[in-house]
């Protein structure tokens, strides 16, 4: 039996039906294909990893640590160093160049660095021999110094005062002097200690001596005391208290008989501050400006805290009082303002780095 086309093309299958033209089906269809992602570098692990190479060898990053960090091509590293430094989230020695800095040690190079905006502070003060450019001579810089002075000097009388690098001194009884378990040959014992809130603890060392004295250091230079309010001086013998516990320990004082109460205390030595805080150029032009007087009293100078940079009025005291007593009388008596005034009216020649 002759079949034409048509009878071909219209024929039924049993069990399915007509057969139909078949339909062009895409090749994604037919083929599972893995489609490649567009690789994104988070800022938080460029900061992370922007941190971990400062403190290994005072560098910036490259776009190679980016490629070798997270895998990616070299046009891609650097577009991300871009992305981020147009986001002032990392800056260039090109950009401070633009601001007329020029650090020591820190130039255009190639590949270029890129440091951690927040850390700045951290990068210039690294640099000590720093300088500014400029092309109008010495007087430019000279007046720059003098406004900045003037500045700090008119902020500094609303600024909160500040207590740090206590010296305390206590003494247990001569009955007791066995609890100190010194060698025979009266060398003084160390002990360390870390006391304070976990973000930011205090250092403290104790030293004990043959003759039953106890010499109490608090180093807190970058986490200072307030010492503004009544209520101030309550908090910093609330912490006094700890450091007197952590002692009582350390004798196995187990009935508070030995060591005296930290309201006996004698405060010896002490620093006072005020900080104020400045940009980088501030930060730059001051440091040509640290005053250190003849017998190291007053001291103005430039603390970089928590990667911020300010510019500290300090003067050392050595009150020799029991600590409440001592706390109260620097609370009221202390013009740290006053102190400095001096300052105004220095010339560079008795200017002296500290």
């Known amino acids: 039996m002759d079949l034409s086309s048509n009878s071909i093309s219209n024929r039924h299958d049993d069990n399915n039906g007509p057969l139909t033209r078949p339909k062009n089906v895409p090749i994604d269809d037919l083929v599972h294909r893995k489609k ?5 570098v988070k800022r938080e692990k460029v900061e992370e990893i922007c941190k971990k190479r400062y403190d290994e060898n005072a560098l910036g990053i490259t776009f190679e640590d980016i490629t070798r960090e ?23 020695a090109e950009d401070l160049a633009k601001q007329n800095v020029s650090l020591k040690g820190l130039k255009r ?12 502070s951290r990068v210039i003060e690294s640099r000590r021999n720093n300088v500014l450019k400029d092309t109008t001579g010495t007087t430019t810089l000279e007046t720059q110094k003098i406004q900045y002075l003037q500045d700090w ?7 909160m005062l500040y207590i740090h690098k206590l010296q305390l001194q206590t003494k247990i009884d001569k009955e007791n002097y066995d609890l100190l ?6 060398i ?24 039953g004295t106890i010499m109490i250091f608090v180093s807190c230079s970058e986490n200072p005391f307030r010492l503004y309010e009544e209520q101030d001086i309550s908090k910093i013998m609330l912490f006094l208290g700890r450091v007197e516990d952590r002692l009582k320990i350390l004798l196995s004082d187990n009935r508070d008989k030995v060591v005296p109460s930290v309201m006996d205390w004698i405060l010896k030595c002490c620093d006072v501050n005020k900080d104020i805080e400045i940009d980088e150029m501030a930060e730059l032009t001051l440091h040509g400006v640290q005053i250190s007087m003849a017998e190291k009293a007053f001291r103005a100078y430039v603390k970089v805290i928590a990667d911020k940079a300010y510019y500290r009025a300090e003067k050392s005291l050595t ?13 009221t008596n202390t013009d740290l ?5 001096f300052l105004e009216g220095e010339d560079s020649n008795r200017e002296t780095d500290l």
Not at 76 to 85: I, P, V
């Open 153 to 159: 000097l008119v902020k500094l009388s609303d600024v």
């Open 36 to 40: 490649k992602k567009r690789k994104y």
């Open 109 to 120: 190079e190639k590949p270029q660095r890129y440091y951690l905006m927040e850390m700045k």
């Open 181 to 186: 378990n010194l060698d025979k040959h009266g």
């Open 188 to 211: 003084a014992k160390v002990h360390k200690e870390k006391i304070g809130q976990t973000n930011a603890p205090h250092n403290v060392e104790y030293q004990l001596h043959t003759n």
């Open 337 to 341: 303002t006053k102190d400095f005034q």
């Open 319 to 331: 009150p020799n009082e029991p600590m409440v007593q001592a706390l109260e009388n620097i609370r």
């Open 70 to 92: 997270f895998s990616v091509r070299k046009r891609n590293a650097q577009r991300t160093l871009k992305h981020f430094r147009m986001k002032k989230v990392l800056f260039t």
